[in-house]
C-alpha cells in the first residue's frame, strides 16, 4: 500500500569509505525530492561534512539511539547493518542496507538501485523479514557494551599458545566440553559469516533454531549442533591465561575465566527490508557463489 503521509529515515554509515559521496548524495537526493525528514547519526554526519565536504542540508543529527523514525537506511557494509541493528535494537523500525561495501548479504540494495528502492518504499512495495537476535548475560551483569547479536556470539582465546575449554550446558542439560580455540553461537542471519568459514551449516533465515561450531576443535568427532531458539546456552571458560574474548558480531570484550556466560533469545526481533522479489537461494548463489561448478 502506497503512503503519502511523510517518512522519517534515520542514516547510519561508517567512517572508512570515502568512495561512498556519491551513494550518499544520491540517497538524500532522492528522500529531499520526497521532503522527508532526514537524521544522521553524528559522526556520520562529522564524517560527512567535515571529512567528505559534502553539502548536507537539511537534515537532523542524533547521538547513539535517541532517535524516532519510520525506516533506518544503512550505508556501507554488512559490518555497517550490524552496527545498525545494535544501535536500533528494540525500536523495530524496520533497516535498509545499502551495499557501498564489498559483500553485501545484509546491506543488499546497490548504489544503481537506490532511486528505485526509496520509490518502492513509499509504494509499500517490499517485505520485511524478522529476524532473530541472541542476548548474552555475563554472570547476570551487563557487559560493557551491547549484549546482544545479529550474527553470532563466538567465545575465543586470547592467547596464541594454547585452546580454552569450553563446558556447554542446553536447558541445564550437560551437552560436552569443548577443547578449541573457540565456540560460535550462531543465528540463522549469522550462518553464512564467521560459523559458515569453521564449517557450521547454512541455516535458512526463518527456520528458528540457533548452531553451536566450534572453532578449530581438538577432537575430529566434534560437529556442529542445531538447536531450537528458545533453547538456554550456558557456558563455562577455563583458560591457562585466565581470561578469554566473547565477541558479538565482531565487538569483542576481555572477560575473566570466572564469568560464565548465558545465552538465549532476545525479547525482541530485527526487522530486515528485503526488496519484493529477491530470493534467499539467489543471493547465495550470487554472492558466496554456493552450489556453484567451476567444471561448467
Given amino acids: 500500500m502506497s503512503t503519502s503521509r ?3 529515515f534515520a542514516v547510519f554509515g561508517n567512517t572508512y569509505q570515502p568512495k561512498k559521496s556519491v551513494s550518499v548524495q544520491k540517497l538524500l537526493a532522492c528522500l529531499a525530492q520526497r521532503q522527508a525528514d532526514v537524521l544522521i547519526e553524528r559522526d556520520f554526519y562529522d564524517f560527512l561534512t567535515n571529512g567528505q565536504r559534502l553539502p548536507v542540508d537539511g537534515v537532523r543529527v542524533f547521538d547513539g539511539s535517541n532517535f524516532t523514525a ?6 556501507g557494509g554488512d559490518g555497517t547493518f550490524l552496527r545498525t541493528a545494535s544501535v536500533v535494537g528494540a525500536k523495530q523500525v524496520p533497516i535498509l542496507g545499502i551495499n557501498t561495501g564489498r559483500l553485501g548479504f545484509l546491506a543488499d540494495v546497490n548504489a544503481q538501485e537506490i532511486e528505485h528502492t526509496i520509490r518502492a518504499l ?3 512495495d517490499y517485505a520485511v523479514d524478522t529476524r532473530a537476535v541472541l542476548q548474552v548475560k555475563a554472570d547476570g551483569q551487563p557487559l560493557q557494551g551491547y549484549d546482544c547479536a545479529l550474527n553470532d556470539v563466538a567465545v575465543l582465546k586470547r592467547d596464541n599458545a594454547s585452546m580454552i575449554t569450553i563446558h556447554c550446558t542446553i536447558n541445564g542439560e550437560y ?3 569443548y577443547q578449541a580455540d573457540g565456540l560460535i553461537i550462531s543465528t540463522p542471519t549469522g550462518s553464512t559469516a564467521y560459523s559458515l568459514s569453521n564449517g557450521g551449516p547454512i541455516i535458512v533465515p526463518g527456520t528458528h533454531v ?5 572453532v578449530a576443535p581438538h577432537s575430529l568427532n566434534v560437529r556442529p549442533i542445531v538447536l531450537s531458539e528458545d533453547s538456554e546456552i550456558r557456558l563455562t571458560v577455563e583458560s591457562r591465561t585466565h581470561n578469554y574474548l566473547v565477541a558479538l558480531d565482531g565487538r569483542s570484550e576481555k572477560l575473566a575465566d570466572t564469568t560464565r556466560l548465558t545465552l538465549r533469545k532476545a525479547p525482541y526481533r530485527v526487522r530486515v527490508i528485503k526488496r519484493t522479489g529477491t530470493k534467499y537461494f539467489h543471493t ?3 554472492k558466496m557463489m554456493w552450489g556453484a561448478d567451476q567444471r561448467r
Fill in 210 to 214: 540457533f548452531s553451536l561450531t566450534a
Fill in 175 to 177: 551437552v560436552t566440553t
Fill in 122 to 124: 513509499y509504494e509499500g
Fill in 6 to 8: 511523510k517518512l522519517c
Fill in 284 to 286: 547465495l548463489r550470487e
Fill in 70 to 75: 519510520d525506516f533506518a537506511i544503512s550505508m
